[in-house]
């Protein structure tokens, strides 16, 4: 698969197999993600990697249940109460495996980095049939200073992105998207 074809196909993907993501292969996808642009050549990344499917499901609860105590402190999450409150709703989506990239704040770029990094391991895992997701209500937990300490993150990190991910189940079409706006073209 060449990387135009990658681009056109990737979608946010939800429903995986049971097939595990094997170690080489995740090691491949993380090694290509790491290829992005890098500000001042600073390589501000960190991984942890989740396959323990009970502490993934463990992790969804927790995350569901700390959003719902406390709805105001998550304003942008507040347009999806019933899924959080529905017992179905998984945050990782089932999925077997996450992954979780940290940035090195000691890098004024470490979010660009980090969030390019994680379009790389989407579009590269595209090749391989694996599906994934980007994770936004894992903000709720994964920057706690005890989830870090306990998954051995360094200090000074900080989470950027968590990707949901498994070889995929159910295929979504292509994306359209809103025509691009030109605020200006050679003005
Ligand atoms: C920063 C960010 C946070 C996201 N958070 C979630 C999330 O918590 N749960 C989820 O199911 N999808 C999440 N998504 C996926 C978006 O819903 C998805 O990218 C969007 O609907 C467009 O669909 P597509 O990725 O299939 O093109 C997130 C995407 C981004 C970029």
């Given at each position: 698969?060449?990387?135009?074809?990658?681009?056109?196909?990737?979608?946010?993907?939800?429903?995986?197999?049971?097939?595990p993501?094997?170690?080489?292969t995740l090691e491949?996808?993380?090694?290509?993600?790491?290829k992005?642009p890098?500000?001042?050549?600073?390589?501000?990344w960190?991984?942890?990697?989740?396959q323990?499917?009970?502490?993934?499901?463990?992790?969804?609860?927790?995350?569901?249940?700390?959003?719902?105590?406390?709805l105001?402190a998550?304003p942008?999450?507040?347009?999806?109460?019933?899924?959080?409150?529905?017992g179905?709703?998984?945050?990782?989506n089932?999925?077997?495996?996450?992954?979780?990239?940290?940035?090195?704040?000691?890098?004024?770029?470490?979010v660009?980095?980090?969030?390019?990094a994680?379009?790389?391991?989407?579009?590269?895992?595209?090749?391989?049939?694996i599906g994934c997701?980007?994770?936004?209500?894992?903000?709720?937990?994964f920057?706690?200073?005890?989830?870090k300490a306990?998954?051995?993150?360094p200090?000074?990190?900080?989470?950027v992105s968590?990707l949901?991910?498994?070889y995929?189940?159910?295929?979504?079409?292509?994306?359209?998207r809103?025509?691009?706006?030109?605020?200006?073209?050679?003005?």
């Amino acid at each position: 698969m060449n990387v135009l074809e990658a681009i056109e196909k990737r979608r946010s993907i939800r429903s995986y197999t049971q097939q595990p993501v094997e170690k080489e292969t995740l090691e491949n996808l993380v090694r290509l993600a790491v290829k992005a642009p890098t500000g001042s050549g600073m390589e501000p990344w960190g991984f942890v990697v989740l396959q323990n499917a009970e502490e993934i499901n463990r992790l969804s609860d927790q995350i569901k249940r700390r959003v719902l105590d406390d709805l105001d402190a998550y304003p942008q999450f507040s347009q999806y109460e019933s899924w959080l409150r529905s017992g179905r709703y998984h945050i990782f989506n089932n999925a077997g495996t996450v992954l979780i990239i940290y940035g090195d704040e000691r890098s004024p770029w470490h979010v660009y980095d980090c969030s390019l990094a994680a379009g790389n391991f989407m579009l590269a895992a595209e090749n391989e049939g694996i599906g994934c997701c980007w994770i936004g209500f894992a903000e709720a937990l994964f920057d706690d200073p005890e989830f870090k300490a306990a998954h051995g993150v360094p200090e000074g990190f900080r989470l950027v992105s968590t990707l949901s991910l498994g070889y995929t189940k159910v295929a979504v079409p292509p994306c359209s998207r809103k025509e691009p706006i030109f605020f200006s073209w050679n003005k």
